[in-house]
């Protein structure tokens, strides 16, 4: 591994990561994770791992804005289909959303994080962790799970775009973070997260509930081309967001949540 802030053999000794593939600088943690799983035989869980990411993305068009300070990384994780059949595979990113709530709840404890389905983390209002959870086409069995944390990244200077809807661990504490406690602690929850979800327990719709923003409240949902309008009543045992529409309770699983007031 190149000179960075990351303490490399911490991670592998303290960690379930099996190999870590770093560079000071990468357009996307996510691009750079595909093209190995495309290109390479790699040993995993493997950690793709950044200083700086200067293109990343988000869910559908949506663009990652993140500052040097900020934590981003991805997972190549690697599943047996025969177990876990392709419809169990959306719930990855819930999972991952779990484990991040409960990795900041050590991190930060009283911070107030909240899950947005299927994959935000927010602190009240505001954002602070995204998911991006992508299937290379490449290698059967693979995913990519891609996090971005805002850490020590202050939203004061961002741009205006993301300074009102964005958030940090540093603007919500005022100090700054060892980012490699911060990325143990996260792999640590992820692994567990992880074996968790291969189980296939109840511990999905046992957990949900404890983070989950959007119940009870009015949300608007946009999958397939269609708007969904009610009252959120959180999510199935399938990780699926149910809403009550006023005539039927609707199950998605897939969509993006619009809004939520
Ligand atoms: C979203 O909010 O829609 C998901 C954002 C995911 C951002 C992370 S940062 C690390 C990884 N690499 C990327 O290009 N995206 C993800």
């Not at 709840?105 to 299927?118: E, F, H, M, T, Y």
């Not at 119940?215 to 149910?242: F, P, W």
């Amino acid at each position: 591994m190149q000179k960075s802030s990351f303490d490399r053999e911490r991670i592998l000794a303290e960690t379930f990561v099996g190999s870590i593939h770093f560079l000071p600088e990468m357009r996307s943690t996510n691009d750079e994770a595909l093209e190995l799983v495309r290109a390479k035989s790699i040993k995993t869980p493997c950690l793709v791992l950044t200083e700086r990411q200067t293109a990343g993305r988000g869910r559908g068009t949506n663009r990652w804005w993140s500052a040097e300070g900020a934590l981003t990384f991805s997972l190549v994780m690697e599943a047996d289909e025969q177990k876990l059949p392709a419809p169990r595979w959306p719930q990855i990113s819930l999972y991952a959303g779990l484990a991040i709530c409960e990795a900041l709840q050590q991190i930060a404890p009283g911070l107030p994080v909240g899950l947005k389905w299927p994959n935000d983390v927010f602190i009240i209002d505001k954002k602070v962790c995204g998911v991006l959870v992508e299937v290379p086409s490449s290698k059967a069995g693979h995913v990519v799970v891609g996090i971005g944390l805002n850490v020590n990244n202050s939203f004061e200077s961002a741009p205006a775009d993301v300074r009102g809807i964005a958030t940090s661990l540093l603007d919500e504490k005022q100090h700054r973070f060892s980012m490699s406690d911060v990325l143990v602690c996260l792999l640590q929850a992820f692994q567990q997260q992880w074996l968790r979800w291969e189980q296939n327990g109840e511990h999905l719709s046992q957990q949900w509930p404890k983070h989950c923003l959007l119940s009870g409240r009015h949300v608007c949902l946009e999958t397939a081309g269609r708007s969904i309008e009610g009252r959120c009543l959180g999510i199935n045992a399938d990780g699926a967001l149910r809403i009550d529409t006023g005539e039927a309770i609707e199950c998605h699983v897939v969509g993006h949540v619009k809004s939520f007031d």
